[in-house]
């Protein structure tokens, strides 16, 4: 087993001073002597690959069993599904790559349905990234490489052909490029302010008009998709006070009165982890009901739970959820976090936290029977822009769109100029991401008809359902 070699993130010392950013720059270039760019271009998986069943079946230990057969239904519902689940899969392949040894914090899944619209505690929509059970220190271009692997497979299922795949892929790469070059000369905190607002004018790129739409409707729906409007389609009255959640087995069942005791206690402690003035907020509301509730489809058979709270009425709800955190799939491979990363639920709320511009004001972490949980709003003005309908110049654009945004998420704790100059002006690193990425997506394919044929053997048991993409 491979650990990825990085080099050390900068220690945490006020007295010392930053190397200018245009050295930074040039020793990035420099590192394509030791990795060239071009060395990105080749997958052909090794013949010590693990059997990624296995990985498979080794990542399903721990999870709830009943959910398991679920989580291979979902995972065989199509290649993209398929890669969005097997986050493993994908990591014990990355780490026999070459990488040029500049860390960030990752977000370990950057996959192309893994951005979207949410709401900043000022109540603003904005574009970014936004799961975060897997991020970690590693290298930046697993990220990327994970980004562009989803474009690939992506246009596959929308019908593209291997040449519109491409130009898919190099747009999203030179997202990425052009975004970090840009901020590699910008001040700190100046990258730190930086918010990516849909339906504004991006001075970077010009929106197509079928581009222009598709955001503005996915606008629309995040405005409408908050506490109020999730109340009714989940939750029955039974008379003031009265709201319970509605079974919607397998995705929403009731648990026993002893879980919510438990639910109720892990959140009390999970106050502990908010800011003195947000935690006054939340001892304002109390607990109505609690239901397990199944989400994604890589998430599939860990425990998550959705409460249901209200502060001073019935109109004025509050959705959390307490999500359970296991390690990421990238932690073989990559160096040991400190110590206080150990809690599983603190790495992803950190991680989140620095990767994205403005992060849920009710983020936070606690415990529960040994096990370690993050808690977030559950409905947040959030809304993913229907990837499945893209073509063209929107699909070319969302995934520029999406390598800018994680440019931007690398740029608030890793090095941009080193980034920068390693990915260089030209077009290198673009076409050796595509030719690698088309490798990896016919690999996908492969893998997933692998796990068709075990089910169809009864090797592998699965529960055939549609991906709700939750």
């Known amino acids: 087993m491979a650990i990825a070699k990085l080099e050390p993130m900068q220690l945490f010392d006020l007295g010392s001073k930053m190397v200018p950013w245009e050295q930074r720059h040039a020793e990035g270039k420099v590192l394509r002597r030791r990795v060239p760019r071009e060395s990105h271009a080749e997958w052909k998986p090794g013949k010590n690959r693990p059997d990624p069943l296995k990985l498979l079946a080794a990542s399903n230990k721990g999870r709830q069993e009943h959910l398991v057969p679920l989580r291979m239904g979902r995972m065989a519902a199509s290649p993209f599904a398929f890669l969005r689940g097997s986050a493993c899969v994908m990591a014990a392949d990355l780490s026999t790559l070459p990488i040029s040894g500049i860390p960030v914090v990752m977000a370990g899944d950057a996959h192309i349905n893994n951005f979207g619209m949410y709401g900043t505690p000022q109540r603003e929509l904005v574009f970014d990234m936004n799961d975060f059970d897997e991020a970690t220190l590693g290298p930046w271009e697993w990220d ?104 919607d087995p397998p995705v929403l069942t009731s648990v026993p009165s002893a879980t919510k005791d438990k639910v109720i206690d892990a959140l009390n402690r999970y106050s502990l982890t908010l800011s003195r003035e947000r935690r006054m907020m939340l001892g304002r509301y109390h607990v109505a009901d609690i239901a397990h509730r199944v989400v994604g489809v890589g998430s599939v058979g860990t425990r998550a739970y959705l409460v249901l709270l209200f502060g001073i009425g019935d109109d004025d709800p ?153």
């Open 144 to 247: 990327l490489k994970r980004l562009v692997a989803s474009v690939n497979v992506a246009g596959r299922q929308n019908g593209l052909n291997r040449r519109e795949r491409a130009a898919g892929v190099m747009r999203g790469v030179e997202g990425y490029r052009l975004n970090v070059n840009r901020l590699q000369s910008m001040g700190v905190l100046d990258v730190w302010y930086l918010h990516a607002y849909p339906g504004r004018d991006n001075p970077m790129v010009k929106l197509d008009p079928k581009s222009k739409a598709i955001f503005a409707k996915t606008m629309a729906k995040a405005l409408r998709t908050d506490n109020r409007a999730l109340l009714p389609k989940v939750a029955d009255n039974a008379g003031p006070g009265k709201w319970r959640f509605r079974s």
């Open 318 to 470: 509050l959705f959390l959820q307490v999500k359970e955190s296991v390690s990421p799939a990238v932690a073989p491979y990559v160096p040991r976090l400190p110590e206080e990363f150990r809690h599983q639920g603190k790495r992803v709320v950190v991680g989140q936290r620095a990767l994205q511009a403005s992060s849920d004001p009710m983020l936070g972490y606690t415990d529960m029977d040994g096990r370690d949980y993050m808690v977030r709003q559950m409905k947040n003005l959030k809304a993913s822009i229907p990837v499945e309908f893209l073509t063209g110049a929107s699909f070319n654009f969302y995934a520029w769109a999406c390598g800018a945004i994680l440019a931007r998420a690398h740029s608030r704790t890793g090095d941009p100029a080193r980034i920068a100059g390693y990915c260089g002006n030209s077009t290198a690193l673009d076409e050796a991401l595509a030719e690698w990425a088309e490798s990896y997506g016919d690999q996908t394919e492969q893998d997933h008809a692998r796990l068709l044929a075990s089910i169809k053997r009864g090797q592998t048991k699965a529960d055939i359902q549609s991906d709700d993409g939750s």
